[in-house]
């Protein structure tokens, strides 16, 4: 895995940013989350988070040039050295062209983009029920993945847990909408540039997992 650019794609809740988080565990290859990095913007008050704030809650895309932007910047630090996952980027056709634009100029090669495939009638119960630490920023799920212990994160012992804003049935349906105008176009793009793998997200986590370790020579 060292040294490997690869790209997680899939609908909102279909799972990219667990699985993304478990190769970075393992493998050391840093996880790039954009919807991670805007939230952080947010919290900051920064111009890009006061930009994004009304569009995240609404379930539509943040402007092009702003993420493009963003993940420039970001793959240029040292620890994106040993390859990097990006997680929720890019997720137009602008997007995809400006991150090949960017590559080039660095000289960097995409090894994979990776759909991760979940039907939608599964995602709703998968975003309604995703909770977090608010300390170390575990990833749970009311059904699928609970806390060992009732209401103490298996991680960091912390006893705090937040929700995200735009997990509510509403707003899923706006970003389920998005995907699939804006973002599922690149499905045909990557897989003409020969470089798209799919893997059934719609299993235990573990056997996702064991399919895109396989997936990616690992
Ligand atoms: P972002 O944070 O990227 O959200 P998203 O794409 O909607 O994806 P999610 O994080 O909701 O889902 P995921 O696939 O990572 O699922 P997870 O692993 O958590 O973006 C948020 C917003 O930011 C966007 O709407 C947009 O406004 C903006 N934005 C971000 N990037 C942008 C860009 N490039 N351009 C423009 N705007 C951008 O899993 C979900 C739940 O399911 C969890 O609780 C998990 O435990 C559970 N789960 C995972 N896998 C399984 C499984 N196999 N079985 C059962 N449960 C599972």
Do not use: W
């Amino acid at each position: 895995m060292a040294g490997k650019r690869i790209i997680m794609m899939g609908p909102p809740g279909g799972g990219k940013g667990t699985q993304a988080k478990r190769i970075q565990d393992r493998y050391k290859v840093v996880q790039l989350s954009t919807g991670d990095m805007l939230r952080a913007a947010i919290a900051t008050g920064s111009p890009v988070g006061k930009q994004a704030k009304s569009v995240m809650d609404a379930g539509k895309l943040v402007s092009d040039d702003v993420l493009i932007a963003m993940i420039d910047e970001r793959i240029d630090q040292p620890d994106c050295a040993n390859g990097f996952i990006l997680d929720g980027f890019p997720r137009t056709i602008p997007q995809a062209e400006g991150l090949e634009r960017l590559m080039a100029k660095k000289g960097l090669k995409l090894d994979a983009a990776i759909e991760v495939r979940v039907p939608d009638e599964k995602l709703l119960e998968r975003l309604t029920g995703r909770f977090t630490c608010a300390k170390c920023g575990e990833g749970y799920h009311d059904k699928f993945k609970l806390p060992k212990k009732a209401e103490v994160c298996d991680v960091c012992g912390g006893t705090q847990f937040s929700r995200r804003s735009d997990d509510n049935a509403d707003t899923v349906k706006t970003r389920l909408k998005a995907y699939h105008e804006q973002t599922a176009p690149l499905l045909p793009f990557y897989e003409r540039k020969g470089v798209l793998k799919v893997v059934d997200g719609d299993r235990e986590m573990s056997l996702v997992f064991a399919d895109l370790e396989r997936i990616l020579g690992l």
